[in-house]
């Protein structure tokens, strides 16, 4: 019969990225993950997620989600890159103080494995098709929205890239506003 | 003793892609692929690529090298936008019209595979870090050199996707052209 195990999806996510940074993701198995999150079962980690690869990547439709909700209720005047910044800003709230050690660990976890990097690299795919599909659906053209996409998603990356590199106090939606106003000045110099 | 095959390598790519859209790309073992492209052994297969995987992304190097090349040439006064499309017109006319019946397949094999979307996710992420590095040994900043680079990737990619769903006689450096052109342009409204 199945126990309620509070917060037994953050303990498992928590757990598998110990272990991982530990010990090594291909040598982690499902069942020393669900031990180390509090003594939970296979069967609860498999209520939760697919596989071991799938606790990684846990967010990604809630992320594609915000994203998506942000831009439908943008307000009619905002032109693409506004759309994008409150998609970012709502994306980049998302993410609480907490998050900032697991994802660091996550980045080493998966540099270290051509495997979860090309998964990482299809859920990066993924959130800017999200975003992209949003904008179209605002009435934005198919090229224009791939591109504030593309800049939106760059920006949230790099976004999180200094705030799980820095030991400074500023939260990721602050590194998020930086990072976007430096591609906006950066696409300026382009043309 | 090892035999020497004429164009063993780009018979094996024909059968691999052949004998994956018609059968599945999970199913088919290197034997077959082997077997397809003339009677030739396992260990030609594995003295050309590491597994049948590699097959379907046997160009990326020498696909990435083209780039490099193409922005390390590109005159002095070039912009970093200038030097991208160098670069794209190298890679682009790098692909002969018997290129493109492949492609068209290789196409539908890699849209029903998962891990094979993963891997040329990888690929084109690997195209588009090859560019941005060309462009910052040229001296254009890091986040200038990023934006450039993925609007190449996007450019050759798109016109990849025209060139394989088009019947008409158009070159792949004519689309190049053409979706690069429109890339720009879609910048330039966006901001």
Redesign the interface.
């Known amino acids: 019969m199945a126990r309620w195990e509070p917060n037994a999806r953050e303990r498992l996510v928590r757990a598998a990225v110990e272990l991982f940074a530990e010990q090594g993701y291909e040598t982690t198995t499902v069942i020393e993950i669900a031990e180390r999150a509090g003594g939970l079962t296979k069967t609860t980690f498999f209520r939760h997620f697919s596989d071991k690869r799938e606790v990684l990547f846990a967010g990604q439709e809630i992320h594609n989600r915000i994203v998506a909700e942000a831009i439908a209720e943008a307000p009619e005047t905002a032109t693409?890159?506004d759309m994008v910044g409150l998609a970012l800003e709502g994306l980049a709230s998302s993410f609480t103080e907490d998050r900032r050690d697991i994802g660091r660990r996550l980045r080493a976890v998966i540099a270290n494995s051509?495997e979860l990097?090309?998964?990482s690299?299809?859920k990066r795919?993924a959130l800017s098709e999200a975003t992209a599909q949003a904008l179209r659906t605002r009435g934005v053209?198919e090229?224009?929205a791939?591109?504030?996409a593309?800049?939106g998603t760059?920006a949230f990356y790099g976004a999180f890239d200094r705030w799980t590199s820095a030991p400074d106090p500023r939260t990721l939606v602050e590194y998020a506003r930086e990072v976007f106003g430096?591609?906006?000045?950066?696409?300026?110099?382009?043309?």
Chains 1, 2 share one sequence.
């Not at 430096?182 to 043309?191: P, R, W």
């Open positions: 693409p890159l051509a990097q090309e998964r690299a299809s795919a053209s090229l224009v791939d591109l504030a593309e800049l760059r430096e591609l906006k000045t950066a696409m300026s110099v382009l043309e």
